[in-house]
């Protein structure tokens, strides 16, 4: 069918479905009452496959891991559909159980078919990240969770709405299961709305174009998608390329947990095994398959940024996952630290990849989102949760310097605004700051991570921290150093002290004016320091990214003689 279709309309529809994503998005940004998805923006909408459930289009502003998983998701309702053999229009399923639909019990799921003159013709689909589902922590990072009901609250595919009409009890166990249900509430309603305006604007679109012209494209766009990755690989050379990275531990026992990646190119496919990768944990830095198979996919779309988003690129591309792996945890494996994990999957990728074909990868970024949770209750009994990540240093590139203070790989969210936070919450940020000699030399240093310095105002507070790199620093390529790793300290009566895991720690008891404080890794460097030129390194110690003790220690004394 994809030669039906001529170039222009084909074009043209490709920007009108990518707007109805797009503007999906935005509707929740806007509705959402938690700044996870307010102003982080950890969520993501698109359309998918009637059948397979393959995405066929999503929003850019969303998270770009979602790609990949929520194609897995939207399969599960259609399993669930056909077992049940009731699936009307109108109806809309919730769930978020990640070993079906991925990533983690936060990750809230609510897919809608669309029906076109009384037939099915494809699904619309909303994820948002909530601020809180209950389980044993706050905000659900629970870095000593040992199965997945001691994280949150689990929720499989069931229909929130009938055939239009909203299945209130469904609303009241999901609200009665969360510390905030206002925000919960809200988060869920914004979700809603976003389904519905997708199916106006789905409608419009069909009136426009007509069903047929409309399928024609969605196949075009994926055939299309998969010709352009098939030419990409071909361009590569044939091989066989080897990595493997570590995570600190798993928040149970403090053993490093090795990530190991084979890539292989032959002729228009590539074959990732991740043979060799640590056994299923028995603490939280699991992941599902349908993650490993979609971080897969983010990682593919940072080494060939031009390739449209839909399931055709993944077609050339095998993804193996050792069945007992970490990467491939069944239920009830605790899954709720899966950020940690696929940024790991990422970096070994990167650093595979980077043997091939240096030029189109960047160093390892930074590597973790700090999940750190600090909760208590107001003076008047009211709750609150401070659930947020944080930012870090970015890899440098063949090109240019790694980006200072970005946010992770995984997600073109941002990280939420201090004024956000010190306005919603109990809190006050003694030093949001860059964080000098953190960033991997290179003759294109990485980023520099950060400072953050986070004081309690209300009287008690509890805070919990899910991170890592704070054994493992962030890994350079074609030559480039390492970048600072990871380091968290929490303030006593009796001074400053820092988590026997490294980077996970719960329980942690603040009273007021007590505080936490995160140094975020930096970005690894790219090419050999020696390649550097004096002149930027004598910019970065002006500027004071670099002190004089590191700057020569890293790249030798010939900066100094570079006048300013």
Request: with cysteine; aromatic share 8%.
């Amino acid at each position: 069918m994809s030669a039906a279709i001529d170039p222009i309309t084909l074009a043209v529809l490709a920007g009108r479905m990518e707007q109805i994503a797009d503007e999906m998005d935005a509707t929740l940004f806007r509705a959402a009452f938690n700044p996870i998805i307010a102003e982080a923006h950890d969520a993501s909408h698109g359309l998918y496959h009637a059948v397979t459930g393959d995405t066929l289009v999503q929003g850019k502003a969303g998270l770009p891991i979602f790609v990949g998983v929520m194609s897995f998701a939207v399969k599960a309702v259609i399993d669930k559909a056909a077992e049940a053999g009731d699936l009307a229009d109108g109806d809309i399923y919730i769930f978020n159980d990640a070993h079906m639909g991925g990533t983690h019990l936060s990750d809230m799921r609510l897919v809608r078919p669309y029906f076109r003159d009384g037939k099915l013709f494809c699904y619309l689909a909303s994820v948002g990240h909530w601020h809180d589902v209950g389980g044993a922590v706050p905000g659900n990072y629970n870095p000593s969770a040992t199965e997945a009901f001691q994280e949150a609250f689990i929720l499989p595919p069931v229909k929130l709405v009938r055939a239009g009409v909203l299945q209130q009890d469904i609303v009241d166990i999901l609200l009665r299961n969360t510390r905030l249900p206002q925000s919960a509430q809200g988060d869920l309603n914004g979700q809603l709305g976003a389904l519905d305006l997708g199916v106006r604007r789905l409608d419009e679109l069909l009136d426009d174009y007509g069903t047929d012209t409309v399928r024609a494209a969605l196949d075009a766009l994926q055939d299309r998608a998969e010709a352009l990755m098939r030419a990409e690989l071909s361009g590569l050379p044939d091989g066989r390329w080897e990595a493997t990275d570590y995570l600190d531990n798993d928040g149970i026992t403090d053993t490093a947990l090795p990530i190991r990646v084979a890539l292989e190119i032959a002729g228009d496919r590539m074959v990732l095994d991740f043979a060799g990768t640590a056994p299923v944990t028995a603490g939280p830095v699991n992941i599902a398959r349908p993650t490993a198979v979609a971080t897969a996919y983010v990682a593919i779309k940072h080494i060939f940024p031009d390739l449209p988003a839909n399931a055709g690129v993944m077609r050339p591309i095998e993804v193996r996952v050792p069945e007992g792996s970490l990467l491939a945890a069944e239920f009830p494996a605790p899954v709720g630290g899966y950020t940690e994990t696929i940024l790991r999957m990422i970096d070994v990728i990167f650093s595979a990849a980077a043997q091939a074909a240096p030029d189109r990868v960047v160093a390892n970024a930074y590597g973790t989102i700090n999940a750190l949770s600090i909760a208590g209750k107001r003076a008047n009994g009211q709750r609150w949760v401070m659930f947020s990540f944080y930012g870090g240093g970015h890899g440098g590139s063949s090109e240019s310097d790694g980006l200072n203070h970005g946010n992770a790989p995984i997600s073109t969210a941002t990280i939420p605004p201090m004024e956000i936070l010190e306005a919603a919450y109990p809190v006050m940020f003694r030093q949001w700051a860059l964080r000098p000699d953190s960033a991997g030399a290179g003759a294109h240093r990485g980023g520099l991570g950060a400072v953050y310095e986070i004081e309690l105002l209300e009287e008690k507070a509890e805070a919990f921290l899910f991170g890592e790199r704070g054994r493992f620093a962030p890994q350079g390529v074609a030559g480039g150093a390492p970048a600072a790793k990871n380091v968290f300290h929490y303030e006593q009566a009796d001074g400053w002290h820092s988590p026997p895991l490294a980077s996970k720690m719960l329980g942690i008891k603040l009273q007021k004016g007590q505080a936490v404080r995160l140094e975020t890794p930096g970005g690894g460097g790219y090419g050999a320091p020696a390649d550097r030129a004096p002149e930027a390194v004598a910019r970065d110690v002006a500027l004071g990214y670099l002190t004089p003790e590191a700057a020569t220690e890293a790249y030798g004394p010939a900066w100094q003689e570079v006048r300013p």
